[in-house]
């Protein structure tokens, strides 16, 4: 007889024994004050330049997504499909699978590809398969990686693919290279597209699969009016971001050729990540496309601007906006990043600085860039005062940058 019979138990006690276990299991997450609280983390997010993935859904998003269908992923979920076959559509690709995050998307798309080691996946070196992706290629694959540092500073090109590919050639001592991987946008810079297909015949003349971390491709379309077809077109598989750039909640998408996703969908079952009612993130996802894509020149426009502004302020740009994202250096008006950082959070309606690494997003304020500049420019002034002497340097673009308003 089992341990927890409730045979010569009163119905009453079972009773009062259900209510205590369901009130230790009662929480509320609900506040009285959760519309003024999402209000003010909407209001943060804004004035925040730490990435563009802490963007957060809109009313509008909201009312779209709890209007979605209801199904479970492992089995059928009408809105889950129906964006998988979208994605897949406007990129070229037979098949999609949607995914919970861009690592799990880029890590089951290069385990799908690798089959039986030894092999190596050729990338950047700053690459984000190799570096913010918790060594997720040897963990998964069992795969050893070719870091590549680009001989002209901004991509990898064709002559450097050329170098570092390990053809199998019989060499007992090597790891073929299986993969190439690319990224683009990589640290928001544009990946040309004439590179990226010579590297592609190359590397499939080889038999080497081609992959591309895709989260911010949408930029790319959006800087160049490139069709996501033409984009993905030198690629086996792509990764798509969704929450990165578009303002999505959370999803990528992982596109290849129907078996690939077939065995993709099989391996992101095996890594626990199959999910059930996807719905709602899904017409999440489908908002984002349709509504926020148009948005992106804006922000490139505001990145742009905000570059431009820390120029003015004699600041020196490390990789300029070629998209979203501005990297700067500070020494050159005698500050760090961390007394930018500190002073940035002190101000009366705070900013959000972590790093030399500025990210503009679609919830970016103009009046976020500009409290920023200000604040730059008046660090400058005071450390002049102070008595530090600039190094004599041309400042590019510091004559063309104008404010409407006083800094």
């Not at 269908?69 to 009408?78: C, N, Q, S």
């Not at 690592?103 to 913010?132: A, E, K, M, W």
């Not at 290849?256 to 391996?267: D, L, N, T, V």
């Not at 970016?364 to 008595?387: M, S």
């Amino acid at each position: 007889m089992s341990a927890y019979t409730t045979a010569n138990v009163s119905p009453s006690a079972i009773d009062a024994a259900r209510q205590r276990v369901a009130a230790q299991l009662k929480i509320e997450l609900v506040t009285p004050s959760h519309v003024e609280d999402n209000e003010k983390k909407r209001k943060e997010v804004s004035r925040s330049f730490l990435s563009d993935t802490i963007t957060v859904p809109t009313k509008e998003m909201y009312e779209y997504a709890v209007n979605s269908t209801l199904g479970d992923d492992v089995y059928h979920e009408p809105s889950t499909l129906a964006l998988e076959a979208h994605v897949a559509r406007i990129t070229g690709k037979e098949a999609a699978l949607f995914m919970s995050s861009g690592t799990q998307s880029n890590q089951i798309g290069l385990r799908t590809h690798l089959r039986q080691p030894p092999y190596s996946v050729l990338c950047d070196f700053r690459s984000h398969v190799y570096r913010h992706e918790a060594g997720g290629i040897s963990f998964h694959s069992s795969a050893a990686v070719t870091p590549v540092q680009p001989t002209n500073g901004h991509h990898i090109t064709l002559e450097d693919v050329k170098a570092n590919l390990i053809e199998n050639d019989g060499d007992l001592h090597a790891a073929p290279t299986a993969v190439v991987s690319l990224e683009n946008t990589l640290d928001g810079g544009i990946f040309p597209q004439s590179e990226i297909i010579a590297i592609s015949e190359y590397a499939h003349s080889h038999n080497v699969a081609m992959h591309l971390d895709g989260a911010r491709i949408w930029h790319v379309a959006a800087e160049t009016g490139t069709s996501l077809r033409e984009l993905c077109d030198p690629f086996d598989t792509v990764s798509l971001c969704l929450s990165k750039g578009l303002g999505a909640p959370v999803g990528s998408v992982l596109v290849g050729p129907k078996e690939f996703i077939r065995k993709a969908r099989h391996f992101r079952k095996l890594f626990g990540g199959a999910m059930r009612q996807t719905g709602l993130i899904s017409a999440s996802a489908a908002y984002a496309l349709t509504h926020n894509f148009a948005q992106l020149p804006r922000v490139h426009a505001l990145a742009r601007r905000l570059q431009a502004g820390l120029e003015y302020a004699g600041v020196d740009i490390l990789k300029p906006a070629e998209t979203c994202m501005v990297f700067f250096e500070p020494k050159s008006i005698g500050s760090t990043v961390a007394e930018i950082s500190r002073r940035a959070a002190e101000l009366p309606e705070p900013l959000g600085v972590y790093s030399g690494r500025l990210v503009v997003h679609l919830q970016t304020t103009e009046a976020a860039v500009d409290d920023l500049v200000r604040l730059v420019h008046k660090i400058a002034t005071e450390k002049r005062a102070e008595g530090f002497v600039k190094p004599s340097k041309q400042v590019k673009g510091a004559t063309a940058f104008k404010y409407t308003s006083k800094l």
